[in-house]
């Protein structure tokens, strides 16, 4: 159990284009989704916080407008790279945080991890 | 703010043992440990919560002390399987994840 994949799991694109990721929760209900950057040899870092139903929660640094976030449903977050640059270039990794007691779910708070998606712009 | 991570990398061959650090300076409330192999998304390997527990899965341990605000990781008796980057994550009270530096593992034949 607690399967989250992405889509795509890589995509090429011109400068100036925008670029939709989706997030998706498999067999349990995550009422938390979490958005992440990882450049090459380096650690992970937090974007933005996704609860369903509310606005998403941006990191200091992180433009909300570029990086549009959209928590649609229980299962399904979507992170939108509007106007991509080539310095946006990176691996983009969600994860998802289940309700403590949902059946089928994570058993407390645990963070499992979509596959990531390397977007690179040209 | 970001746990620090000690050793940045260790060398192993087969069947030895290893230990990762994670500090922080902040009040944990919890500590999650993953590994990630190149090109690919960090795996779970297992969360500890305060009260100063241990846990384990196969040869891969971890403590948790939550006084010192620091885990360790455990490697015993390593295998080639082990292989990758492990990150540990720190979470204070808001369930969002602050993740170390990372200590990439290579274990040889």
């Known amino acids: 159990g607690a399967v989250v994949s992405q889509h795509p799991s890589w995509v090429i694109c011109k400068s100036g284009t925008s670029v939709k990721i989706e997030c998706r929760s498999l067999d349990f209900q995550a009422t938390t989704m979490f958005w992440y950057r990882q450049f090459p040899k380096q650690s992970l870092m937090l974007m933005a916080t996704?609860?369903?139903?509310?606005?998403?929660?941006?990191e200091q640094g992180v433009e909300k407008d570029k990086f549009l976030i959209n928590h649609a449903s229980l299962t399904l977050s979507t992170l939108t790279v509007t106007s991509a640059h080539p310095e946006d270039s990176s691996f983009y990794i969600c994860?998802?945080?289940?309700?403590?007691?949902?059946?089928?779910?994570?058993?407390?708070?645990?963070?499992?991890f979509g596959p990531g998606t390397r977007l690179t712009v040209l | 703010q970001q746990p620090v991570q000690s050793p940045q990398a260790v060398i192993l061959r087969e069947g030895e043992d290893a230990v990762i650090n994670c500090s922080s300076s902040k009040a944990l409330y919890s500590v999650h440990w993953y590994r990630q192999k190149h090109g690919e998304a960090p795996v779970f390997l297992m969360i500890?919560?305060?009260?100063?527990e241990q846990k384990g899965h196969d040869k891969i341990s971890a403590s948790f002390n939550e006084k010192k605000q620091q885990s360790s990781l455990y490697l015993t008796a390593s295998q080639l399987s082990y292989s990758g980057t492990y990150f540990c994550g720190t979470e204070q009270y808001d369930y969002k994840l602050s993740f170390g530096a990372g200590t990439t593992v290579t274990v040889r034949a």
């Open positions: 500890l919560l305060k009260g100063g």
């Open positions: 996704s609860n369903e139903g509310s606005k998403a929660t941006y």
């Open positions: 994860s998802a945080r289940g309700a403590v007691g949902l059946a089928g779910g994570p058993s407390y708070n645990e963070q499992f």
